[in-house]
């Protein structure tokens, strides 16, 4: 079936450090693939999205590329600040309607 | 415009109790999903409705049910609750586009705890 797989956390990073979390995807067919992050009691919200194979998603100064032939969309970002903590989740379009697949989710801590 | 509303925020509730959760989408948007978060499972899909119909469903055992009404306020329930059952449940909205994928919004969840 469908899964996302994301790198365990926490990820420790002092600020303006280089930031990659790696995300994979198992899918039928070519899924739209997001990022989302979850701040400390808060929903979740969009950061990137990318509906097709080589589209790259960026918002914010994080970036990820959809990678057909590695199954992968590896979030980015050149430089993190402490204001960038929070808990980020890989997604995939599932199967059906409005259905989506979430990996277990990156804790990103940035310390000044 | 206002974001997707989750009442109520927290909740506590005791084993075999039933609880509603209520959710209003973003206005306009007629598509309304139901996500489960917990720390062993992560994030897993419910359910979702659309103009008052079930769509699509998850794996869930029958005791979480939910539905959606004419102005696209939607209700969760979870009857006969178990401990396994405490979790934030997270609910998004969707405008409903020709065709593919529509981007969910989502809520700030309610924080049920069964004891």
């Known amino acids: ?112 | 415009k206002a974001g997707v509303t989750q009442t109520p925020r927290y909740l506590i509730k005791t084993r075999g109790q039933q609880v509603t959760l209520s959710c209003s989408p973003i206005s306009g948007h007629r598509s309304v999903s139901w996500y489960q978060q917990t720390p062993g499972q992560g994030l897993q899909f419910l359910f979702e409705y659309f103009s008052e119909t079930q769509r699509n469903k998850g794996n869930f055992p029958g005791r979480f049910s939910g539905r959606q009404f004419s102005n696209s306020r939607s209700e969760m329930n979870v009857s006969t609750l178990e401990l396994g059952d405490s979790a934030l449940y997270l609910c998004a909205s969707s405008l409903k586009r020709a065709s593919g994928y529509n981007e969910q919004f989502f809520g700030p969840g309610t924080r049920l705890t069964v004891l």
């Open chain 1, 1 to 112: 079936g469908d899964s996302v797989t994301q790198m365990e956390g926490p990820v420790t990073l002092s600020e303006e450090a280089f930031l990659t979390i790696n995300c994979t995807y198992t899918a039928t067919g070519y899924p739209s693939l997001f990022w989302y992050v979850q701040y400390p009691g808060e929903g979740l919200q969009l950061l990137l999205k990318a509906t097709k194979a080589d589209d790259k998603g960026s918002n914010k100064g994080f970036e990820a590329t959809y990678r057909k032939e590695t199954t992968s969309f590896h979030l980015e970002k050149g430089s993190v600040q402490v204001s960038d903590s929070a808990v980020y989740f890989c997604a995939s379009e599932g199967t059906g309607f409005q259905k989506l697949v979430f990996g277990t989710g990156t804790r990103l801590l940035v310390s000044p």
